[in-house]
């Protein structure tokens, strides 16, 4: 079911799913496919698409170039994300805290898919909810998004870089 592929411009690309959906028309039933793909360079940069085509090979390509399209960056401290954070997308909600160097992945099905492509090596994450696929990476997405860099938070707060305020 999940599939890695080294893409030739330095992506790891992985195949979440591949469905096969069907139309009913006045001569029968016509099938086509639809393939979630999730996209990254290891180091921070990931993005995710269904492509949909009449051909599972298709599918699998336009899921591809419409990730790269979408792509965002995720701040990394190490191996491991910032602090802990949640993602929700319909009825899926991932749980996804950092981890200390040596921990590994504890992360099922699609999740592990999506850290092992962003470049997060430590994470602890539980899945609450809906075990959709498509949701379920949505939902890790919708996290991952979330996480601001320190300095990101520094400036929404109004600290100036030189000094050190402490409450």
Same mark, same amino acid.
């Given at each position: 079911?999940?599939?890695?592929? +080294?893409?030739?411009? *330095?992506?790891?690309?992985? $195949?979440?799913? @591949?469905?096969?959906?069907?139309?009913?028309?006045?001569?029968?039933?016509?099938?086509?496919?639809?393939? =979630? !793909?999730? #996209?990254?360079?290891?180091?921070?940069? =990931?993005?995710?698409?269904? *492509?949909?085509?009449?051909?599972?090979?298709?599918?699998?390509?336009?899921?591809?170039?419409?990730? /790269? /399209?979408?792509?965002?960056?995720?701040? #990394? @401290?190490?191996?491991?994300?910032?602090?802990? $954070? %949640?993602?929700?997308?319909?009825?899926?909600?991932? #749980?996804?805290?950092?981890?200390?160097?040596?921990?590994?992945?504890?992360?099922?099905?699609?999740?592990?898919? $999506?850290?092992?492509?962003?470049?997060?090596?430590? @994470?602890?994450?539980?899945? =609450?909810?809906?075990?959709?696929?498509?949701?379920?990476?949505?939902?890790?997405?919708?996290? =991952?998004?979330? !996480?601001?860099?320190?300095?990101?938070?520094?400036? #929404?707060?109004?600290? +100036?870089?030189? %000094?050190? +305020?402490?409450?």
């Amino acid at each position: 079911m999940y599939g890695r592929r +080294e893409s030739h411009s *330095g992506f790891k690309e992985k $195949v979440i799913c @591949i469905n096969r959906v069907s139309k009913v028309v006045k001569g029968g039933k016509r099938f086509s496919f639809n393939a =979630l !793909i999730v #996209l990254g360079d290891g180091n921070g940069k =990931l993005g995710s698409a269904i *492509g949909k085509a009449n051909d599972v090979s298709d599918a699998i390509q336009k899921g591809v170039e419409r990730a /790269k /399209k979408e792509m965002i960056s995720v701040p #990394l @401290i190490g191996t491991t994300i910032p602090y802990a $954070v %949640t993602g929700r997308f319909g009825a899926s909600k991932i #749980l996804m805290k950092p981890a200390y160097p040596g921990t590994g992945m504890i992360a099922g099905g699609p999740m592990r898919a $999506v850290f092992e492509c962003a470049g997060i090596k430590d @994470i602890i994450s539980k899945s =609450l909810g809906s075990n959709n696929p498509f949701n379920l990476v949505y939902a890790a997405f919708e996290g =991952l998004r979330q !996480i601001k860099t320190e300095e990101q938070v520094k400036k #929404l707060r109004g600290i +100036e870089e030189g %000094t050190n +305020e402490t409450a």
